[in-house]
Structures are given as structure tokens and as C-alpha cells.
């Protein structure tokens, strides 16, 4: 079985300033992708960035960074220079490329992020 | 390019009654997930769809729930009866056939069950 840990329930940050999300994941599966979302008060889940189990390189999209430790199993969401508008719920996610599990994602608990002006 | 479309955005029932949330995935998707997700919790798969077959409705509550996928586009998710521990918001999501296929989730619904 596939398991995501966010340990943060809330997270304070000043504008113009970068934070980290914390993730670790759990899976015997070689072949997984790692996936964070953003969940604003209106609702909708929007896919931010995606790291794969078997790419060298970090991902990186725009202001979002994933720090990507394989051997610790964490996949770290960084957001350089936040703005008002980043402030949400923040959902790591995984899936599996194998076996029955094949499709569904497996969620953390989210991370509220609140910045500061 | 348009997303994934879901209606209503919001219902209200008492419980007992049946309930149906619709869903339109992205043009060209042809995997299509329901989600549910409670207060302060991540989604949680309910059933997938390859084109119009269920490939995975294991976490489905199959003596309230129901859902289908007519044609391969459009789909429906049914409650009959609703119970109150169903209030929840209902995600679907779609995703192209690819490897690594990101899934895009529409609005969702949020049920209120009395």
C-alpha cells in the first residue's frame, strides 16, 4: 500500500520570502510518480508540478520546485518568492505505475499556507 | 482549452433522498476518476473509468452508490439513499492516455446531507 505524509498542518510565510512543504511517501513500488496540488478556498484542485521516480532532475515549474530525495523518500514542495495568491491548501500525491493500484492517487493530509503581506 | 466541467457546485438534501453529481472530462481524455474528500482530508479514489469500463471501483460503497460512464465522455455518480456521514465534496478527474498522465480535477461538488 501507497502512504503520503505531510507533517505541517499550517505554514506562515512573509511575501517575496521562500518556503518548503514537507512530503515523504511510502511505497515498495520502483516505478511511482509524485504530484502536488493546490487547493484554493473556491475548491478546485490545481496540478502544480510532477517528479517521477526515475527522473535524474528535479522538477522545476515557474516558482515551483520539487526537491526530490529518493533514498529518504521526501518530496519536497519550495515556493520561491511567494505572493498573496499562493495562500491554500497544498496536497502531495502519488501513484504507482503497477499493479492494482495502477491510476489512483494517493494523498497526504494538505498543508495550509498562509502569506503574509 | 476547457476543463473539467461538474454539476452543481453545490447540493443540498435531506438525508434518505438520492443524489447525482455529473461530470464532463477534458476533450480527448479518456480516463475519468471520481474522487471523494472529507473536511481537512486529501481525496480519496471512489472509481476510474478507461473509456467507458470501471477498471477500478473497488473503494466504492456499492449498496448506495453507483456510478456510470455512458459513450466514454460524460459521467454520473448517484446516491440513493444519502446518509449524512456522505456530505463531502465529490471531485472528478480526468487524464489523457499517457504515461505519467497528470490528472485535472474540476470544481467538485459539495453535498450537504440533513
Known amino acids: 500500500a501507497q502512504k503520503i505524509t505531510q507533517t505541517q498542518p499550517g505554514m506562515f510565510v512573509q511575501e517575496k520570502e521562500a518556503v518548503t512543504l514537507d512530503c515523504t511517501y511510502d511505497?515498495?513500488?520502483?516505478?511511482?510518480?509524485l504530484f502536488w496540488y493546490k487547493q484554493p478556498s473556491s475548491g478546485e484542485m490545481i496540478f502544480l508540478i510532477y517528479q517521477g521516480s526515475y527522473d535524474q532532475q528535479n522538477a522545476t515549474e515557474g516558482r515551483y520546485s520539487l526537491n526530490f530525495q529518493k533514498a529518504r523518500k521526501s518530496a519536497n514542495l519550495v515556493i520561491s518568492a511567494s505572493q498573496l495568491g499562493d495562500s491554500a491548501m497544498y496536497f502531495c500525491?502519488?501513484?504507482?505505475?503497477?499493479?492494482?493500484?495502477?491510476?489512483?492517487?494517493?494523498f497526504g493530509q494538505g498543508t495550509i499556507l498562509t502569506v503574509h503581506p | 482549452e476547457a476543463g473539467v466541467v461538474q454539476s452543481p457546485r453545490y447540493k443540498i438534501i435531506e438525508k434518505k433522498q438520492p443524489v447525482a453529481f455529473w461530470c464532463n472530462p477534458i476533450s480527448g481524455h479518456n480516463t475519468l476518476y471520481w474522487y471523494r474528500q472529507n473536511l481537512g482530508q486529501g481525496p480519496e479514489l471512489l472509481i476510474r473509468y478507461e473509456n467507458e469500463e470501471a477498471v477500478d471501483d473497488s473503494q466504492l460503497p456499492k449498496d448506495r452508490f453507483s456510478a456510470e460512464r455512458l459513450k466514454g465522455v460524460d459521467s454520473t455518480l448517484k446516491i440513493q439513499p444519502a446518509e449524512l456521514g456522505d456530505s463531502a465534496v465529490y471531485l472528478c478527474?480526468?487524464?489523457?492516455?499517457?504515461?505519467?498522465?497528470?490528472?485535472?480535477f474540476g470544481a467538485g461538488t459539495r453535498l450537504s446531507v440533513l
Open positions: 511505497t515498495s513500488d520502483p516505478s511511482y510518480g
Open positions: 478527474a480526468s487524464s489523457p492516455p499517457a504515461p505519467g498522465d497528470i490528472q485535472y
Open positions: 500525491a502519488m501513484r504507482v505505475f503497477g499493479g492494482t493500484s495502477y491510476g489512483k492517487l494517493t
